[in-house]
């Protein structure tokens, strides 16, 4: 799966360039704060494998007013670095690497 190049990021981790993207619109569950917010990496040279990261916030475009902090560069370049550590390959071709940072999360009723 790769992401689309409109609205993508560019981000430098330890030499390597990466492509970051955040849904523009949030999911319905995003929108009613069921679920977190989620965003995309991959390499901006060699796609493969796909990061998808669950952060422990609402979307930024929730329907119900819930306070949202905005995706920053430095969670994305931390986040890259973790999936690493856990054994993301971003150049191997693959199913998404999931990487769930979700804890504290508190979905609205």
Same mark, same amino acid.
């Given at each position: 799966?790769?992401?689309?190049?409109?609205?993508?990021?560019?981000? #430098?981790?330890?030499?390597?360039?990466?492509?970051?993207?955040?849904?523009?619109?949030?999911?319905?569950?995003?929108?009613?704060?069921?679920?977190?917010?989620?965003?995309?990496?991959?390499?901006?040279?060699?796609?493969?494998?796909?990061?998808? #990261?669950?952060?422990?916030?609402?979307?930024?475009?929730?329907?119900?007013?819930?306070?949202?902090?905005? #995706?920053?560069?430095?969670?994305?370049?931390?986040?890259?670095?973790?999936?690493?550590?856990?054994?993301?390959?971003?150049?191997?071709?693959?199913?998404?690497?999931?990487?769930?940072?979700?804890?504290?999360?508190?979905?609205?009723?």
């Amino acid at each position: 799966m790769a992401l689309v190049r409109k609205g993508a990021r560019r981000i #430098v981790v330890d030499g390597t360039a990466y492509r970051w993207r955040l849904r523009r619109k949030p999911s319905y569950c995003q929108a009613l704060s069921w679920t977190p917010c989620t965003f995309a990496v991959e390499d901006a040279d060699t796609p493969g494998t796909t990061l998808v #990261v669950t952060t422990d916030q609402p979307h930024p475009g929730n329907w119900v007013g819930r306070e949202a902090k905005p #995706v920053l560069p430095s969670d994305v370049a931390r986040a890259i670095q973790r999936a690493l550590r856990e054994g993301w390959i971003p150049t191997t071709p693959g199913p998404p690497f999931r990487l769930d940072r979700s804890a504290g999360f508190t979905p609205s009723p």
